[in-house]
Structure formats: C-alpha cells, structure tokens
C-alpha cells in the first residue's frame, strides 16, 4: 500500500476515533487539541501530537507518525497547527453526504430565499431525534446547545445562514464521522430536520439516480468525438434563446424531455435545485456540463473545499489582455480600473453586458463577440447579466508575494521614518522616472513616464502606507520576476 492511501485510512480512523469519543463538530476537536498544549500557543509539537493520537486511540509507528506530522504541518514549521489539522480531516466530504445537506436545505428553504434565518433554525432542529439523543449518549439540551453555537459561528451576517454556510456547518460535522458513517450522516439530518415527511421532498438517493440516469441518456446521445459535457451544452443552448448562458426551470425541464428523461414534476424541481447553487431561478449550464464531462471522464466532481466546480478561466484571452497591459505601461493597471470604475453609472460595483464591453473598449482592447461572451460570462459568477469589475481587476492585479510585500514595506520604512504617511511632495522627489520601468524597457520617454506618475497621483495630497503598498501591487502584476521587481523598487526610488 502506497503512503497517500495509508494516510487516507490514517486520517478516517483518527475521524472515527473522534467519533467513538462523542466528539461531533470542530468546537470539540478544538478542545481536546489544548489539552495537550502545555504552552497555550495554538499549536503541538510532535510529541504533543503523538499524546494526542494516543489519546484518542489511534497508535502509530514512528514512521507512520513522521509521515502523518509531514502532512499536518503544511508549511513546514515543526509544528502543526489546531487549524492545519482541523483543514485535513474536514476534506473529503463524499458526493452523497454532500446531496444530502443540500436536499435539507432546499426542504428547509420552502420559499427558495436562498438563505434561512437561524432562529426559524433553532426552532426547527429538532435536538431529540439526534442519534446520540436516541442512544442516551448525549442529552437534548447538550445536542441543542453544540448546534446553537457552532451553527452561529458559521453565519457570515449573524441572523441567517446561506447554503454554503450551512454546507460548511455539516463539513464539521463530516469532519469527526468515518467514511463507513453514511448512513449514520444520512440519519443525522434527516431526523434532526424531519425531511422524510413532505410532498416535495426527493430523498438524496433518488436524486443521486436522477443524476446517473440524466448522464446514460446524454452518453446514448454523445458521438465519439465529443464528450458527454459538449452533448450536454448543445442541448442547452438550444433551448437558451438569448444565449446568456443560463436557462429557467422551464427550458431545463425541456432540455431533459429532450435527453429522454421522464422525471416527475418535483424531481425536476429537486434537481433544477441541486444546480441553482446561488438561487437565482436561473442556472449556468457552463457548470452542469463542467460536471457531466466530469463524470464522463471518471473524475472525481468534488475536487475542492467549497464543494463546486469552477468554470475554468478564458486564459487565453486573459494572456492576451495581461500581455497588451504590460505593453501599454506600469500604469496600465490603475487606468484600467479607473475606466472600469467610471463605467459603473449606478455605482453598484457591477457592469452590464454593455458597460463592460464600453470599459474594455476605451482600455484599448478589441475583442471578438466570443471573446467578450467568455470572459463576461466567466466573471457573471451568480449569473445575473452583470459583473462585478473589482472582482475582474483583482484577478489581473493579484496580491503582492510576501517577498514583494516585506521589500515594499521595509521601502516604505525608510522613506516614511516610520509613519503612517508622508506628503504627495515627498513622494514624488523620491521618484526617479529615468530608472523606471516604462523608460528602461522603452515605452515610455522620461518626461512621458514623469507625466504618467504625477498623473497618477493627481488629485492626492497625503500618501497612506496602504496607498503606497496598491499603488505598487498594480505595478506588480505586469512584471513576472521577483528579481526584477526588487530591481524597479531599488532603482526607481531615491
């Protein structure tokens, strides 16, 4: 047996020792971890682990222990983390435990407001049909009270609880069950919830059977050329007459009459649901595609933490766009997000189909129909015919790499004798545009790239540490070496 799968079953019997020790969510993983942090300091050492597996009842050889450290601590500090620990054995939530929180929350979500508010939860969790209530090994008011906090933990807002969140709520959960526990997964939510009861409700099994029987039909249909996604999406778009890249319930319920599926009614509703993952009423075939090639291929489907496939990004049109940026200039960058911002004419954050292509237009980049329908339908991430431009910016700017950061930050140091700001003057006596990177690489004349820089800063009169560090994160984006980053910060600057 190769170490990664010795690992795997490593990991599943430390879940099911959590488990054995009554343990049912992250808030009691977090407990037993500090008893064995003698200094108090968030983390264990390797002795202090291997106390710990011991604890719970899990032993191991020296080697399997070296090899299960290595894989906790992530980032290689000799010591692991409660959160790197906590990171691993949350993954791995299987397709059918992941279905059925989702029918659970599409069974608790009668009007389809894609979010619950928790005290309608507190009144609806029924504590005593917990299955440790049921066996005596926990009390209703202990069920109750773990599931009231570590529930509120997970809202983002603090009143109510977003499908996500709830999903990540029962990924704690997961977190302390082993793979053999399905069925007792399954028990947790549908007797807690009371979701076996109700005439629309499609069990989580049957709707794993729609899914397969959906992919047979489209597979019966896929020539060998094509896969069973592509199949998929040339149905879908048939049925998309405005070629948005979403369809209603209705077109999808005629894109499955299509395929051949005879489904009921609320089989269709309960499928429609599983995909309208931000339910909006509308869903991105994109993904159910990306899903159904998926399936097609063999590939696991439930890849990463947040349990959804992501369109994959129009790279090549991003390269070209990322390549006709750094020709333009360093500044190029913060122009563009200045054109983007002015074509927001609601200031809502977001641009129309329309605004969007005017934005990329009056940036200087001509694209095809198709060119332009990939990349704004990539970044429409809840399909609703707008995006949001900061999310379309930040994508090309990217974060500074802590190299880059800690250089900035101890430039910021010398030049700001420590404060938190310095004036635009000082600012720009310390700029040396004959060293900078327009004029080095020859796009720019000096007296062009002096111009450019206090246009840039026109309208500033106090420079912030955190201005200075945005400022130079979109200069960042468009130079690709480390090396010659540190050089443009060294040469440019007095």
Known sequence: MDWRNKLELIQNKIRGQLHARKID????????????????????????????LSKIGVFLTT???????????????GNIAYAEFVNLIRENMSERRINVVRSTFAFLDQQRQGRLLLENLYRLYQAKNHPRVRTRQKTADQVTKEFVNAISKRSKDCQSISEDEFLNYYADCNATLPSEKEEYFTDLLTSTWGVTSGADYVSPERLAQLEIILFEKIRQKTVTKDDEGKTAKKAFMYFDLENKGTIDIYQFAQALQKFGCVFSDKEIQALFNKYDSDKSGRLC????????????????????????????????????????LIKKGQHSVIRMATIFANSDKNKNGTLNRQEFQWAMKESGFLLTKTEYDNLFRYFDKNCDDEVSFVEFISFLRKPLTQFRLDLVNQFW???????????????????????????????KTVADATKDFNDIWKDVQTVTQQQFIDYLTDISALIESEAIFEKFIRNSWK
Request: hydrophobic share 30%.
């Open 413 to 443: 140091n010398r030049i700001s004798n420590g404060q938190s700001s310095i004036s635009i003057q000082q600012l720009k006596q310390l700029y040396d545009a004959t060293k900078c990177q327009d004029v080095t690489l020859g796009i």
């Open 63 to 77: 080697q399997e222990l070296r090899a299960v450290y290595d894989k906790y601590d992530s980032n290689k500090d």
């Open 285 to 324: 075939y994109d993904e159910i595609c990306g899903l159904i090639a998926l399936m097609g291929s063999g590939n696991n489907a439930n890849v990463n933490p947040v349990f959804q496939i992501a369109r994959a990004p129009p790279q090549e049109t991003l390269n070209r766009i990322r390549n006709d």
């Open 25 to 52: 969510d992250l808030e009691g993983v977090y407990q037993l971890m500090s008893e064995f942090d003698k200094d108090n300091s968030g983390y264990l050492d390797k002795d202090e682990f291997q106390k710990f």
